[in-house]
């Protein structure tokens, strides 16, 4: 199984939209690579432009978020943009159906946590870097500030999920079972 | 205890539950566009696995961007074309035969009460107006449903709402479905499927039913669902005549797709509609809604009329009752888009394209286009658009812009003046 971890970009609002992820614009593209550039191009925080080009965005491996993340369109570009650009977790406190699910058909994690785990993360001070232990069901938050403890949180992962993850995506899955 | 709609589309289905809780369907009918597509048909091919599991089930059309405005979209086409072409997948709808997928496959005859409907599509959830279970899905889900005519669902829970009491004029399935975004919000119905039930979807058309089981992707549902009856018989009929011996024995038949009365609900809402008035969005979320009293005189740059919400003739209809005799307000512009050929040539018929046209309105071939701002109506930043489509989210219509959603009432209402207007002032 792959391993999941890394830096942390942490994005503070809820509701998050798939056009936000990626403009339809850039629907017209025939392969994933072509997402890579603008992976959340359009994402407002507080009303504002997002920095796509930011240090922090750059060396991000790990999306952690609030509700309702990737709503609005099915376009699983909007996974394949995170995927490009070596993000293979989104951490929120819920997902939109289609997009949990494209997340696991293409065998990466969206992982739900209680709203009071997600409140606990967006308060831990400095840079945050995640571990997900799948046998365990557990991730640990760990920040570049060493006054700030590490903070570790379980998470249910669905065994069908699990299976999906293991298995590389759904379309090897399917193929090996149907 | 009973079971719902859902649950026995998917008892009918059910071919494997991996957990308790996730269950693998068979797929009556894949649809698929040339944007979700294309992606998943060279996967397919660089595995070595380009085959389809029933071409019969297959239907595919060209809609999203067309005619192709670029080389890019011509691509997107031509990978469909050839694709169709090799694996004789017959009900495939090119340049001249297409028009927005979930306008064009349900008169086609396609969907059928009891039916699992894919594609990769969001608002595919507009074909549950049949009593069909129709969700949409990403491009491996479609890719996975093209080659093995299956897809994965978390087991149904099912939220009923019930719309009593009667529409006023002026007022639509559209406004009726904001106004139930506005009361779940973008999630509240996430991993659900919505029944819609009463006396006011009973008399709705099947158009309107279309409208209102749309939009139940925008408050996060799986699927919106319509109980199967004389009006789905009658717009079906020309299709399933040769199976039936009348239309009540039709009726009859889907009958068996009825949730039972003692089928369990994870939520019941009712809804009185008879005191709604149309309704809009505001900022940049479909529940960010209000009555449009609260809007008049919000200036407009574009007016937009179309979509898999709202392009049906119905719909052009209603917007022609306003615009006849009438034009757009200075420095106004007007894009209509009739959603099928047969919408359109039924306007021209009706005389409603030409209404159109003497108010002024650019009239568009059918397609998706500036719905999700890919073509032919696409707004710059800073400018507004009053649309009949069915998301206004930041840059949904071009980076910069901002989408009022409305019905087509009100949407002719706002091209007369120039401003969000309350329809119901040019109606009698």
Redesign the interface.
């Known amino acids: 199984m792959k391993t999941f971890g890394g830096p942390a970009i942490l994005l503070d609002r809820s509701d998050i939209n798939t056009d936000e992820i990626i403009p339809a614009k850039y629907l017209t593209e025939i392969t994933k690579t072509a997402m890579k550039p603008h992976l959340l191009e359009d994402l407002l925080l507080d009303g504002r432009p997002f920095d796509i080009n930011s240090p922090a965005m750059q060396q991000a491996r790990v999306v952690i978020t609030r509700a309702n993340f990737g709503c609005g369109s099915s376009r699983e570009h909007a996974v394949w943009a995170f995927e490009v650009n070596d993000i293979n977790i989104v951490i929120a406190e819920s997902f939109a159906r289609i997009f949990r699910q494209n997340m696991f058909n293409c065998g990466i994690l969206a992982i739900e946590l209680p709203a009071a785990d997600i409140e606990q993360l967006f308060k831990m001070h400095g840079e945050l870097t995640i571990q997900v232990d799948l046998d365990k069901t557990e991730m640990t938050a760990s920040s570049n500030d060493h006054a700030q403890a590490p903070l570790t949180c379980s998470f249910q992962l669905n065994p069908f999920d699990r299976d999906l993850v293991a298995a590389g995506g759904w379309l090897a899955y399917a193929d090996k079972k149907f | 205890m009973g079971k719902t709609i859902a649950s026995k589309i998917f008892d009918a289905h059910l071919?494997?539950t991996?957990?308790p809780?996730?269950m693998?369907l068979n797929i009556d009918v894949v649809m698929c566009h040339e944007?979700?597509t294309?992606?998943a048909i060279?996967?397919l091919m660089e595995?070595g696995?380009d085959r389809v599991f029933d071409p019969t089930k297959i239907k595919a059309v060209i809609d999203?961007?067309t005619p192709a405005k670029?080389s890019?979209?011509a691509?997107?086409g031509k990978?469909m074309r050839d694709w169709a072409k090799r694996h004789q997948i017959k009900d495939f709808f090119d340049i001249g035969a297409n028009g927005v997928c979930h306008a064009l496959f349900p008169e086609k005859g396609f969907i059928r009460p009891g039916y699992t409907v894919i594609m990769?599509?969001?608002h595919?959830c507009t074909h549950g107006a049949f009593g069909a279970f129709a969700a949409?899905?990403?491009?491996?889900?479609l890719?996975?449903g093209i080659?093995?005519g299956?897809c994965?669902f978390?087991a149904p829970e099912t939220m009923r709402i019930t719309l009593t009491g009667k529409l006023t004029s002026g007022v639509t399935a559209k406004d009726v479905i904001l106004a139930v975004i506005k009361k779940l919000t973008?999630?509240g119905a996430?991993?659900r499927v919505i029944e819609f039930v009463g006396p006011v979807v009973d008399a709705m058309t099947m158009a309107a039913r279309m409208t209102l089981c749309n939009m139940a992707v925008e408050a996060?549902a799986?699927s919106g669902l319509c109980l199967p009856d004389r009006v789905t018989a009658e717009y079906l009929w020309p299709f399933i005549k040769d199976q039936y011996p009348s239309i009540e024995a039709a009726v009859q038949d889907f009958s068996k797709w009825h949730s039972d009365p003692d089928a369990e609900y994870v939520e019941t809402l009712t809804i009185d509609v008879s005191t709604l008035v149309p309704q809009v969005t505001f900022n940049?979320?479909p529940d960010q809604v209000k009555d449009i009293g609260e809007m008049e005189g919000t200036p407009v740059d574009q007016i937009y009329i179309g979509s898999c919400t709202n392009g049906r003739i119905e719909d052009l209809r209603d917007a022609a009752e306003i615009l006849r005799g009438r034009t757009l307000a200075d420095g106004v512009r007007g894009v209509v888009t009739p959603a099928t050929p047969a919408i359109y040539s039924q306007a021209l018929e009706e005389g409603i394209i030409k209404i159109f046209m003497d108010a002024g309105f650019c009239v568009l071939n059918p397609t998706c286009g500036a719905c999700?701002?890919?073509s032919s109506g696409v707004l710059a930043a800073g400018e507004v658009c009053a649309s009949t489509t069915n998301?206004n989210?930041?840059?949904?219509m071009g980076?910069g812009g901002m989408v009022h959603l409305m019905s087509p009432y009100s949407a002719a209402a706002a091209a007369v003046t120039g401003t969000i207007t309350d329809p119901r002032k040019f109606l009698s």
Do not use: Y
Request: hydrophobic share 30%; no cysteine.
């Open positions: 071919r494997d991996p957990t809780g996730n693998i944007i979700t294309p992606i060279m996967d595995k696995m999203h961007v670029d890019k979209t691509t997107q990978i990769g599509d969001s595919t949409g899905v990403g491009t491996t889900d890719e996975v080659l093995k299956v994965s978390r973008v999630n996430t991993d996060g799986t940049f979320k999700l701002g890919m998301r989210f930041n840059g949904r980076k």
